[in-house]
């Protein structure tokens, strides 16, 4: 068993949260509040460090030469861009138009176009595989076929034929096959969670 | 043949250029079968009272935006045509970054719409929990001020929830609809997340749910002739989605056809390596 230190606060704070939920009581929805608001400053400052240790990071690799330069550059430049135009003497932080206009006519944009590179890459990736002739990545590219089939934005009887199938594959095959992930993936969240609060390790197995 | 394969992805590019510099044929369309999620989208809105509260929960992913924008601003539009007093919250940076390109676009179209930006609220599940309990708005009006400090989300008589795959309906499902007498829920989501949203819509707990693009272009059109909604954004090209799509069953089903009928290999031995 390991020290039960942890486990404890855990289960302590697990409770206390369940508890507030359960009974309507001031001083407990005061105490669960505090809980709250202790993990949303944990949750920012972890946010702020995370990007603190990527500039920093990419920073030393620039001054050291080692690693990709040009996306150092890019990194350290980014954040830095944004952090002047948000933070600059008179800015108005997130809300400012140079903040704005950043994010609406570059970062937004080359996030999509990202996205959509995704098409062509897919599509070549899906042809290797089937020529590679492994047969569930075969499977897996007939049915990409049939569900870009069913996707064709044909009007009419056509359409509306094509359009009620994929909303049935959707809602039923698909959904069904989902929920049994959901469903086990729950069970083995629960049994984790289970095990950290009574501090069992793999070792006590 | 080895250079056509090269130049495969300028051709889809031109290709799919064409597809939005031509007129749109009037023989295609992306509204789903009959329209029963328009249907009950504008049912939950006509049953919300006269200059409602709506908070809207902000967060959808930058890739997979684009599949719901069109959806979105016609959702906000018909809102703000209501009179509706929009509450706007975001628990992740890119729903922030989004959000922040929206307003602008909001505040531009519209010089009466009442907005409150909460900002953005670090913490995800947790940002959730605390805004149930209290929501601090100080460029709010007074009267709403004072209703979302003392009730949070409570104050609200609608919430609609534009989704990604981190923060989405199931989050708000989940950490505020217990904490808020369940209040009525409108979510707007890309499809890769309807399979796990279904129940939420089956069990009630979200009213109504706009999860494929195919759902949205039927809201969209259902809130046509009203005046304001959807009449600012640029519709979904839907030569240019059909000109991409027939290329992937092109290319998907000439693989396929390789695979079954050697005859029809155009890669040559080096790509198959």
Redesign the interface.
């Known amino acids: 068993m390991r020290r039960p230190s942890v486990s404890a606060l855990v289960v302590i704070v697990g409770i206390l949260l369940l508890a507030d939920?359960l009974v309507v009581n001031e001083s407990l929805?005061q105490i669960a509040?505090l809980i709250?608001?202790l993990?949303?400053?944990v949750?920012?400052g972890a946010?702020l460090a995370a990007v603190a240790s990527l500039a920093a990071r990419r920073g030393t690799d620039l001054v050291r030469q080692r690693g990709d330069p040009v996306g150092a550059v890019l990194v350290v430049v980014g954040i830095g861009a944004m952090a002047v135009a948000g933070l600059r003497p008179g800015a108005d932080g997130?809300?400012d138009p140079a903040?704005?206009w950043l994010?609406?006519a570059l970062?937004?944009p080359i996030?999509?176009t990202?996205?959509g590179l995704l098409?062509?890459s897919t599509?070549g990736a899906?042809?290797?595989s089937?020529?590679s002739?492994d047969r569930t990545a075969?499977l897996l590219?007939?049915v990409?076929?049939v569900s870009?089939?069913l996707?064709?934005?044909?009007?009419?009887e056509l359409?509306?034929w094509l359009?009620?199938v994929?909303?049935w594959t959707?809602?039923v095959p698909?959904?069904a096959?989902?929920?049994g992930l959901?469903v086990g993936v729950a069970i083995l969240t629960a049994v984790f969670a289970a095990r950290t609060m009574l501090g069992i390790s793999p070792r006590d197995d | 043949m080895g250079l056509l394969l090269r130049a495969a992805?300028l051709g889809?590019l031109l290709l799919l250029s064409v597809g939005w510099l031509l007129p749109q044929p009037?023989?295609?369309?992306?509204a789903?079968?009959a329209s029963d999620i328009a249907l009950r989208v504008e049912a939950t809105l006509d049953a919300m009272p006269e200059s409602p509260v709506v908070v809207v929960g902000f967060d959808p992913d930058?890739?997979?935006?684009?599949e719901i924008r069109p959806a979105v601003r016609a959702l906000l539009a018909d809102l703000l045509e209501r009179e509706a007093r929009l509450v706007l919250v975001n628990v992740t940076?890119e729903g922030?970054?989004?959000l922040?390109?929206e307003?602008?676009r909001l505040r531009a179209s519209s010089e009466r719409a009442v907005m409150v930006?909460l900002?953005?609220?670090?913490?995800?599940e947790?940002?959730l929990?605390?805004l149930s309990?209290t929501a601090p708005a100080p460029d709010a009006p007074v009267a709403l001020r004072a209703q979302l400090a003392a009730d949070g989300i409570a104050a609200a008589d609608l919430i609609v929830v534009v989704g990604g795959n981190e923060i989405g309906p199931r989050t708000w499902v989940e950490q505020v609809l217990?904490?808020v007498d369940q209040l009525p829920l409108v979510a707007i989501s890309p499809?890769v997340l309807?399979?796990?949203l279904?129940?939420y819509v089956e069990s009630g707990q979200v009213d109504a749910l706009i999860g494929?693009p195919?759902d949205g272009a039927a809201y969209r059109e259902s809130v046509a002739s009203t005046p304001g909604a959807a009449a600012d954004d640029r519709l979904v090209d839907?030569l240019a989605?059909?000109l991409?799509?027939?290329?992937?069953?092109a290319?998907?089903?000439?693989?396929?056809g390789?695979?079954i009928l050697p005859g029809l290999r155009i890669?040559g031995r080096g790509?198959?390596a």
Not at chain 1, 151 to 156: A, I, K, N, R, T
Not at chain 2, 26 to 30: E, H, I, V
Not at chain 2, 119 to 124: C, E, L, N, R
């Open positions: 939920f929805g509040s709250v608001d993990a949303i400053l949750a920012a946010a997130a809300s903040v704005r994010l609406a970062v937004i996030g999509a990202l996205f098409f062509v599509l899906a042809r290797r089937v020529l002739r075969t590219v007939i990409a076929l870009l089939v996707l064709l934005p044909f009007g009419g359409g509306a359009r009620s994929s909303g959707l809602e698909i959904a096959v989902f929920r959901l | 992805p889809l009037s023989g295609l369309t992306l789903a079968r930058i890739g997979t935006y684009p940076p922030r970054a989004l922040l390109a307003i602008g930006d900002g953005f609220v670090a913490g995800a947790a940002a929990v605390a309990r217990p904490r499809t309807l399979p796990e279904l129940p494929t195919g839907r989605l059909l991409g799509l027939l290329v992937g069953i290319v998907l089903g000439q693989a396929l390789e695979r890669g790509e198959r």
